[in-house]
């Protein structure tokens, strides 16, 4: 595999987020033509200009991204239409990139888009068997993993709920997300039980959403100062044995590496950085024990380090490494074929300057991790 | 075991009453010694690839390794069974873990750790009446204050 950081660079010169929300009579169309538009304003692009898009989305049904496009005009471009559960997004990115790093294209869009399903996530990746048996509700799925993480790292469960009054905290600070209200830990802690010892608050909502992303090569950068590098991007799937969601880890065969961890050391790799040079970090808080072991496993710190770091402030906004600056998942919402290209917009804006009150000062490299069902993991590093 | 008349399984092949006794319907890998549940459908080993997939017989016996009582129905209409229910991973003596669903009737007692053994359950009755039964795993009758 040919390492696309030796390829020709590719950079980020726009992006489009909607607020996120749910909003009655929505339809993946408008907001992602919303997210579109002012993508393009955003990068000084005309419509006529965009060569190809990759858009990611899970729950909108055939064709999805033909269904936008059609609203912003057909040019007869490739759309490629991506599902890859929750990583949907970052999945198109790294299509989009890869497409422009091989000189296919020079100037590509990303769409994320998503107009959620009402009440739970109706996941289908499972067998016939595992569904009627129950075994699709996620929450339910990242309660086994927390019962097992709170035992080999020690995380209590308030330790878990900090993690949502920090990020509900940054998201009052963002006006794109669905929460904009800060919470305290005893709301997290008297909430209702979901799946033990899983509450309503150690569970991200659910959001309708929409974010889209202008990549470009390096002579078709207009204004080299916004144009933000993507110094890797990269997409694994399970290693053999391990336990995540449907999957149930082998007790002859554990992996030696997991599938975040491997997506990270790539990244890394093809970034010729390592977490230490990471300025800021859009991690997975699906729920928020997940915040937790991803920070551990994307190797920021080690197995069981991150709960007492996080107590400490280590990952508060004006702490040694923000994580979740625009309020992550807990308060944008999961739009679930949207939320990669959020957490890569946010990143974006951060590294401009522009994030206003929730502005981490000098932020010059920032990593965005998101996976979920398939398995998948998807980790993009950006920089200055 | 429920002993229901007509009661039909959740899914063929997924267990069955063999020697008196009821045992899930697994593969074991005669090269590596991986073992599967249910029974792979592709015919090498998801672990080595050699095509040396044998039958195998597993539990009745097992050790819950982690569990969660779910509180809300799940999305879509694939499950019809009782809320609040719960399901989690069972650690079986042939070297395997499997999730499962924990039997209904000791949701308070259900801790990591704790023995349990295999069982069937009806779920629910289907539109034709027929029961429709899952495999359980039950807590061993010593962590049962309840039962006689």
């Known amino acids: 595999m040919k390492p696309l950081s030796r390829m020709r660079d590719v950079f980020v010169t726009g992006i489009g987020l909607t607020t996120w929300g749910y909003y009655e009579k929505v339809f993946q169309y408008d907001i992602g033509s919303e997210a579109i538009m002012a993508a393009l304003k955003d990068a000084a692009m005309e419509w006529r200009e965009i060569q190809a898009v990759f858009c990611g989305s899970v729950y909108q049904g055939t064709a999805s991204g033909h269904q936008v496009i059609k609203e912003v005009g057909f040019t007869g471009i490739p759309i490629v239409n991506v599902e890859n559960a929750c990583s949907s997004s970052g999945s198109a990115f790294r299509l989009a990139y890869q497409s422009i790093a091989a000189e296919i294209y020079d100037k590509v869009l990303v769409l994320g888009v998503e107009v959620m399903p009402r009440g739970p996530i109706p996941s289908t990746a499972f067998r016939p068997w595992e569904l009627a048996s129950g075994f699709n509700v996620q929450p339910a799925n990242y309660a086994n993993l927390t019962v097992r993480y709170m035992k080999s790292s020690g995380a209590t469960l308030e330790d878990l709920a900090l993690v949502t009054v920090k990020n509900r905290k940054n998201g009052a600070l963002n006006p794109k997300a669905r929460f904009q209200k800060p919470i305290t830990l005893e709301e997290v802690m008297q909430s209702r039980i979901i799946a033990t010892p899983l509450r309503l608050l150690h569970c991200c909502p659910l959001a309708d959403g929409a974010a889209a992303l202008i990549l470009c090569g390096r002579r078709n950068v207009k204004y080299r100062r916004r144009a933000m590098q993507v110094a890797a991007s990269t997409l694994t799937s399970a290693c053999y044995g391990e336990g995540y969601l449907d999957l149930v880890d082998s007790l002859k065969y554990p992996p ?29 808080d699906t729920v928020s024990p997940s915040e937790l072991w991803d920070l551990e496993e994307l190797g920021f710190c080690a197995h069981g380090e991150a709960p007492p770091l996080l107590r ?73 | 075991m429920d002993n229901i ?144």
């Open chain 2, 5 to 148: 008349r007509n009661a039909r399984p959740l899914e063929e092949g997924l267990w069955t009453v063999a020697d008196g006794g009821l045992s899930l319907l697994g593969h074991r890998c005669a090269s590596c010694g991986e073992v599967f549940f249910p029974r792979r459908k592709c015919s090498h080993c998801a672990h080595c690839f050699r095509r040396t997939l044998e039958e195998i017989y597993l539990g009745p016996k097992g050790k819950i390794a982690s569990f969660s009582v779910v509180m809300i129905a799940p999305a879509g209409d694939f499950y019809r069974g009782p809320v609040p229910y719960a399901y989690g991973c069972v650690d079986l003596p042939e070297g395997i873990r499997i999730k499962g669903l924990l039997a209904r009737d000791y949701l308070d007692i259900l801790a990591v750790a704790m023995e349990v053994r295999l069982s069937t359950e009806v779920l629910y009755v289907s539109d034709e009446e027929i029961p429709v039964e899952a495999f359980v795993f039950k807590p061993l009758k010593e962590n049962r204050k309840d039962e006689q």
């Open chain 1, 312 to 384: 400490k402030g280590h990952f508060d906004l004006r702490g040694r490494l923000p994580v979740n600056t625009d309020g992550g998942l807990m308060s944008r919402g999961h739009p679930l074929g949207a939320t990669s290209g959020g957490q890569l917009c946010e990143i974006i804006t951060q590294l401009w300057g522009e994030a206003g009150a929730r502005q981490v000062e000098g932020a010059k490299i920032g990593l965005a991790h998101s996976m979920g069902a398939g398995p998948n993991s998807s980790v993009t590093i950006l920089k200055k």
């Open chain 1, 256 to 284: 030696d590496e997991g599938f975040v961890s491997l997506s990270a050391r790539q990244a890394y790799e093809e970034a010729g950085c390592g977490p230490s040079d990471i300025d800021i970090v859009q991690a997975y």
